[in-house]
């Protein structure tokens, strides 16, 4: 109920959508097109925050654009398939598409990160039927198992289909467990022609994480072991060339990191 009540909050506590914050961004990876579609940009209440000295969260939260993400998912055109990787909290998600002349009824996989409402709300319209009728859903088997009776996944029935750890979806496409913000929260390595993107779900929520990774929003089942997710990716991201996509990355949503003297740098694709 906790978890319930904290992803509602999380919903309410941000901006309202304005027009101008919800856009769409692409980026060629090899013979992938991805696209980030934003819902809207997101300002997290600051009292959802958390770190060990609660002085110097207070002094990190004042800093301009601390508490700054968005809300959104990617659209991946691989050349062959057309995919979703979660489908916001609404039918906004539609619209985005629409808005790129891809039509719903022709996405084939939805890869979901995990059930939270503002990732699996978008399954469905405000009446109840699918947005995405000719698609499979996919939900690694930690995310299903720890939520078997999620109403937007019920409504696909046969057609919600489960992936293992490290398992590869399709071609191009692998998930990674990433435990912690969630029981089954997963992120998906992508690679085409040489080059890799992680989609990476909700490892980041605002932008002072990539400073203080150790800060957290109180939307984390186990925000421990969200924690140690955080610093290996990071981590990794940043010792390699690949592009990180986040659902609640500010716009565009995509970008490199890099390590600093503290933390990270965020440095959005052009
Ligand atoms: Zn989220």
New binding site residues.
Partial sequence: MYKFLA?LF?VFMIMPAHAEDSKTHSYKLGAFEVTSLINQKAEHDKSLFHYGDSEKLKELLSENDANLGS?GEFYVDTGSRKILFDTGLSSKTSELLESINVQPKDIDMVIIT?T?G??VGGLLDSAGRQNFPNAVIYVSEEELAANPDNPKLAAYGEKVKTFGRFEKIIEGIVSEPAFGHTLGHTVFWLESEGRKMLIW??VI?AQIQFMYPEIYLR?DTNHLDALDVRNDLLKRVADEDVVVGG??LAAPAMGRVYKEDIGYRFEPIK
């Fill in positions: 992803v999380g809300m995990h939270h503002d990732h779900g909700d929520h939307y659902m609640h």
